[in-house]
């Protein structure tokens, strides 16, 4: 028997965007609900929410957070499991799991020992008809990022930038090239986190203010084309320059939950408290192009996709250079993409394009896709049924699943001595030697089809 | 605009004896404020996650509180079930991120396959730049004590009256 409903679960480290399929009828603007992946505890309500919860948040300072993940691993099952229940009740999606299937989405590189409690919670816990577990990125060939035309290209970069860290994925053929997926450990909780340090030692002190410093990022911050200009600016003329910003904290006392930008000419009463953003709204996205600036050794992410893309074979990489699609919440910043284009544009070797691809709304880019993936025709072949997990066990969604195992467990061992030092090389010069690259993806495993 | 002068005569002089920290203690420094930005709270928890009856989880006699069980869902139709096994030790046992790295093995797997261990971007090209610590403008100079960078001596003035006290050792 086909279950009815195929449930969406795109389960972010911040946010969960959860829905139900419908099979196409041409009506696609089915909207997410947004839920957040969180157990969080509110002084001033003496209350503790549970994901979706939140929104009957009265007084969002000094909350205190739970959150199932860890650097982008899901570790905390204890409060994981407190947030889907709510998102299966009747207060979100209203369904029933054992009568319906699954598509849930897990970070790239998931741990084995990981995916199999997946497994477990999936069968044993919510007892699902039949479930699908994948990276985001790998239905983003079905969706509609690279323009609306019917098939996405054959070969595309993903850049994934989302709470925990940022992905670049190359695909071909739908198929994540795992030897060239490279990641860069900046993201949006660790921005939140440098801002909050910022405007803590230079003005009030936020340290215990996550969810107003990150709506203050959310509202203020950029990426700057013109960094040293940009600073220039802030420090000829401060307060008085185009780039600062005032940000007006919320204020509890008086129910006005939000923040808010101050606009040009607003009168503040007395009590207003403001925060000067001014450096502050670009020095921090920043970090996703020089991480470097706080003492991360890795290079910034024009650089990395470089990087990725010298990995794959030499034949195909103006292909990518000339899809590269971006998704997820930290690709949202004004600016990112025109500072993304400039920077890549000077790595971009001459012979080739390059394009980059944004959606309207990065942030449920990945759920669209995936409503579009349970719509193909390959869905039905790619889940794993209840009997099937009763029968072998995970060994059933090991076999089914295109994970980054399955990519190199054919791969021959011998040899390791020789590619590694290779690698090594390749990571010192990542992208200015094509014959050295090209020599290690003939060796490399997961080309073969 | 004027520095304070008078103040900072004095370290300088102490300072002549080449003082910087070895480079290990720095990436040691820096190695912990990467930490500090993966965290989710900023003051750790003297929480109660349950504000009515339960008590509170201390020292020895902890008990194993599970959440997720005190939940009380609006829904009146959803029925209490016992959880498999497998799901009851996930809910107990949480074990943070290194561990489980360490336990799945994927150190020992060939070097060849790909995994988060390997897929770390690759170290940046340029050489760092020197950012202000205190405002973040260009900071031409480091501190000789910490050295952290900083742009100007009235950045400098703050900068040691502020953080240089916070040295590691």
């Known amino acids: ?449 | 605009m004027a520095p304070k002068r008078a103040r900072e005569q004095a370290p300088r002089h102490v300072n002549a004896t080449k003082q910087t920290l070895p480079p290990d203690v720095i990436t040691k420094r820096t190695k912990r404020h990467l930490e500090e930005l993966e965290r989710s709270n900023y003051t750790e928890p003297s929480i109660t996650l349950d504000n009515d009856d339960e008590g509170v989880i201390s020292g020895k006699n902890r008990v194993r509180q599970i959440v997720s069980d005190k939940r009380h869902l609006n829904d009146p139709s959803v029925k209490k079930k016992k959880s498999s096994m497998k799901v009851r030790t996930a809910l107990l046992y949480r074990k943070n991120l290194a561990t489980l790295i360490e336990e799945s093995r994927i150190a020992n797997l060939p070097s060849h396959v790909p995994t988060y261990l390997t897929a770390a971007a690759p170290p940046p090209q340029l050489p760092p730049r020197l950012l202000c610590s205190v405002c973040g403008y260009k900071g031409a100079y480091k501190c000789k004590k910490c050295a952290m960078p900083y742009c100007d001596m009235n950045c400098e003035s703050i900068h040691n009256e502020t953080r240089c006290e916070r040295r590691v050792i």
């Open chain 1, 1 to 449: 028997m086909q279950p009815h409903t195929t449930v969406i679960l795109d389960n972010g480290a911040s946010s969960i965007k959860a829905g139900i399929a419908r099979p196409p009828d041409g009506n696609d603007n089915d909207q997410p609900k947004l839920v957040p992946n969180a157990i969080v505890r509110s002084k001033g309500d003496k209350t503790t929410y549970f994901g979706h919860g939140l929104g009957r948040c009265r007084d969002y300072s000094a909350l205190h957070y739970r959150l199932p993940f860890e650097k982008g691993y899901l570790v905390d099952w204890d409060a994981q499991k407190a947030v889907w229940d709510g998102v299966f009740s009747s207060e979100v999606l209203n369904v029933d799991t054992a009568e319906s299937s699954l598509l849930i989405t897990e970070p790239y590189f998931n741990l084995p020992n990981i995916q199999d409690v997946y497994d477990q919670f999936v069968f044993e816990e919510y007892e699902f008809h039949s479930y699908h577990r994948c990276t985001p990125a790998a239905m983003i060939p079905f969706g509609r990022l690279f323009g609306a035309a019917a098939a996405s290209p054959e070969c595309l970069v993903v850049i994934d930038s989302g709470f925990s860290f940022t992905h670049v994925i190359p695909i071909i053929n739908n198929q994540i090239q795992w030897y060239a997926v490279k990641r860069l450990d900046v993201g949006g909780k660790l921005l939140t986190n440098k801002l909050k340090e910022l405007v803590s030692y230079r003005q009030w002190n936020m340290m215990d203010e996550t969810y107003i410093m990150n709506h203050a990022k959310e509202t203020c911050c950029y990426v700057s084309t013109r960094f040293f200009e940009d600073l220039e600016t802030c420090r000829s003329n401060p307060k008085k320059n185009n780039i600062l910003r005032e940000y007006v904290l919320p204020n509890f006392s008086i129910n006005r939950h939000h923040g808010r930008v101050r606009l040009p000419n607003e009168e503040l009463s007395a009590t207003d408290q403001v925060l000067f953003m001014e450096n502050e709204r670009f020095t921090i996205p920043e970090l996703l192009f020089r991480p470097d600036d706080i003492g991360l050794e890795q290079s910034g992410l024009a650089a990395t996709v470089a990087a990725s893309i010298s990995l794959l074979p030499h034949d195909l990489r103006g292909m990518f250079w000339a899809n590269i699609g971006l998704i997820g919440g930290s690709t949202n910043f004004p600016g990112f993409y025109e500072r993304l284009s400039s920077e890549l544009l000077t790595l971009t070797p001459v012979e080739y394009d390059l394009q980059i691809y944004r959606s309207e709304d990065a942030v449920i880019e990945a759920y669209r896709s995936a409503i579009a993936f349970v719509n193909d025709p390959v869905f039905p072949a790619s889940v794993v049924t209840r009997e099937e997990y009763f029968e072998v066990g995970s060994n059933a969604s090991r076999r089914k699943f295109a994970g980054w195992q399955s990519s190199s467990a054919s791969a021959s061992a011998p040899g390791d001595e020789s590619t590694q030092e290779s690698m090594i090389e390749d990571r010192s010069q990542p992208s200015r030697k094509p014959s050295r690259a090209r020599a290690r993806t003939t060796t490399a495993p997961g080309r073969r089809r």
